[in-house]
T-cell receptor
Framework: GNSVTQMEGPVTLSEEAFLTINCTYTATGYPSLFWYVQYPGEGLQLLLKATKADDKGSNKGFEATYRKETTSFHLEKGSVQVSDSAVYFCALSDNTRSQGNLIFGKGTKLSVKP | GAGVSQSPRYKVAKRGQDVALRCDPISGHVSLFWYQQALGQGPEFLTYFQNEAQLDKSGLPSDRFFAERPEGSVSTLKIQRTQQEDSAVYLC?????????????FGPGTRLTVL
């Protein structure tokens, strides 16, 4: 079945460091891919998405490219800020079901120190 | 505008009690999803509604779990005879349509602790 594997945390970085959070997936066909973020005390929010191969999603300085050949959707940011501290979830839409419910990775906790 | 709201935010139940968790989706959203998030894990799909119709309940872990959305807006997830393994955060999400690329908007969740 469909699944998502993302790098385990926690990840601790200094402000302005480069961030990569790896995400790979297993799926039949062409699922849409997402990164969701959960800030402390808040609900899950969509950070970015990509709906087809080679698409790049971007938002708030974060980017991820849908790589079908490597079944990956790694999240990157060139210069993190303290305010980026949160838990990041990679997800795909379950394309075996028409409603598109999401399948999530386990999450990666990011802490950015000043 | 108002987002997805859930109540209560926290619920403590004794083992064997019944609980009811409420979700108010964004007005006009056709699709509504329930997810269960265990500690340190990502959310896992429980059930899906399109308007008032429950089209997929394949993720419900047992027949003690029941969900409804009688008028196509507010939804209730009910857990009967709660067990300790039911302790988790229950998330509700809504989206405008039922396509896989549509953004799902999540509520803050209800944290259920079963003693």
């Amino acid at each position: 079945g469909n699944s998502v594997t993302q790098m385990e945390g926690p990840v601790t970085l200094s402000e302005e460091a480069f961030l990569t959070i790896n995400c790979t997936y297993t799926a039949t066909g062409y699922p849409s891919l997402f990164w969701y973020v959960q800030y402390p005390g808040e609900g899950l929010q969509l950070l970015l998405k990509a709906t087809k191969a080679d698409d790049k999603g971007s938002n708030k300085g974060f980017e991820a490219t849908y790589r079908k050949e490597t079944t990956s959707f790694h999240l990157e940011k060139g210069s993190v800020q303290v305010s980026d501290s949160a838990v990041y979830f990679c997800a795909l839409s379950d394309n075996t079901r028409s409603q598109g419910n999401l399948i999530f990775g386990k999450g990666t906790k990011l802490s950015v120190k000043p | 505008g108002a987002g997805v709201s859930q109540s209560p935010r926290y619920k403590v139940a004794k083992r064997g009690q019944d609980v009811a968790l409420r979700c108010d989706p964004i007005s006009g959203h056709v699709s509504l999803f329930w997810y269960q998030q265990a500690l340190g894990q990502g959310p896992e799909f429980l059930t899906y509604f399109q308007n008032e119709a429950q089209l997929d309940k394949s993720g419900l872990p047992s027949d003690r779990f029941f969900a409804e959305r009688p008028e196509g807006s507010v939804s209730t997830l009910k857990i009967q005879r709660t067990q300790q393994e039911d302790s988790a955060v229950y998330l509700c999400a809504s989206s405008h349509r039922d396509r896989s690329y549509n953004e799902q908007f999540f509520g803050p969740g209800t944290r259920l602790t079963v003693l």
